[in-house]
């Protein structure tokens, strides 16, 4: 540190707390600790500066490139990748393959929430009906926008719908060209949020669909300017611990499933969470399978998250992922096609 100047000495300071912030965010899977939550949501961000550390140490000829460039490959593999690198596959060049599209169509309000009245359900329908998959899971769905001419070649349908407080977020619903055969809800205490499986025959087999919409956030960035920092932290650590005890009974659901799993929906938290983790097991996960690119499914102040997720059993292939920008509700859609041997 001696031969350092007084910048370069900065710059190693900086990089340190770096390296230890991104450390951290490895640990945040592996741990129960709320308060540490925060830290994986910047997990992309993280590689990005480690890795123009590893840069600036290169193009100034120090080895204490070493030091982000070991937590980089740390992160690596405790975390895996948040780019996907699959090239993209035409879906309808396998007809053996299903496809499940998963949707939080925000209660058919569009993401302008001074404009509360205007519905968004014609767009949508229509955007889902050109796509035509096999399967569809619906969040924050209410059939009061639908037309009896919507969604017509899906016979099968199970939702769970409460209207508690006007709150809609616990409006599940999952269309299907495949016979159900059975559903239930997946009860989350405490909290308007919940799931749905559903049982149905895809090609002479049984496949439980699980459809979720784990704990949100609660925070609107038009709303950010406006909100004091403990009280901001504490109602998000409360969240997070939620998101937690809501992954602890989806995983109890899946090992007790009779039948191979499909897991979809809005998990409002990203690939480096706990409570993902816990969710996923041993799970393929879609984007990570033959996705490619970002995954971007939900941009917050501007920066880009994949929080909605497709996971399927080992045993299926994923034959294609893939993540839409049509701009219509808060998040965007996403479609997965599987192959079930």
């Not at 480690?50 to 000829?61: E, P």
């Not at 690198?85 to 169509?105: G, K, M, P, T």
């Amino acid at each position: 540190m001696k031969k350092l100047s007084f910048f370069n000495k900065t710059m190693w300071f900086l990089n340190v707390i770096a390296t230890l912030t991104l450390f951290l965010a490895c640990i945040v899977p592996y741990t129960s600790i709320a308060s540490l939550a925060f830290i994986g949501l910047s997990v992309p961000a993280l590689v990005i500066i480690n890795m123009l550390f590893v840069l600036y140490w290169v193009l100034v000829k120090k080895l204490y490139l070493f030091l982000s460039l070991s937590i980089l490959v740390f992160g690596y593999f405790t975390l895996g990748s948040f780019i996907g690198f699959n090239s993209e596959v035409d879906r309808s060049l396998d007809d053996e393959a299903i496809s499940l599209l998963s949707y939080n169509v925000l209660g058919f309000h569009g993401k302008n929430y001074d404009k509360w009245q205007i519905s968004t359900s014609k767009d949508i329908i229509e955007f889902v009906e050109k796509e035509n998959p096999s399967i569809i899971c619906f969040q924050e769905f209410r059939t009061f926008f639908l037309k009896k001419d919507m969604l017509i070649n899906y016979p099968y349908i199970a939702n769970n719908f409460e209207n508690q407080k006007e709150n809609i977020s616990v409006n599940l619903a999952v269309y299907s060209k495949f016979r159900v055969i059975n559903s239930g809800k997946l009860v989350f205490p405490n909290t308007y949020n919940g799931g749905l499986f559903v049982d149905m025959i895809v090609q002479n087999d049984t496949v439980r669909v699980f459809n979720l919409h784990l704990q949100s956030l609660a925070v609107r960035p038009n709303n950010l300017k406006y909100e004091r920092s403990y009280p901001l932290f504490v109602r998000l650590r409360d969240s997070f611990i939620k998101q937690q005890q809501q992954g602890e009974i989806v995983r109890g659901f899946i090992n007790e499933s009779p039948y191979k799993v499909i897991v979809a929906g809005d998990f409002n938290n990203t690939q480096f969470s706990k409570v993902y983790f816990n969710i996923k097991g041993n799970l393929k996960d879609s984007f990570l399978e033959a996705g490619h690119g970002y995954g971007e499914t939900i941009k917050f102040w501007k920066f880009p998250f994949r929080i909605d997720m497709i996971l399927t059993d080992p045993s299926f292939e994923v034959v294609s992922h893939k993540n839409y920008k049509i701009n219509i509700s808060d998040h965007e859609p996403i479609m997965a096609t599987i192959k079930i041997p």
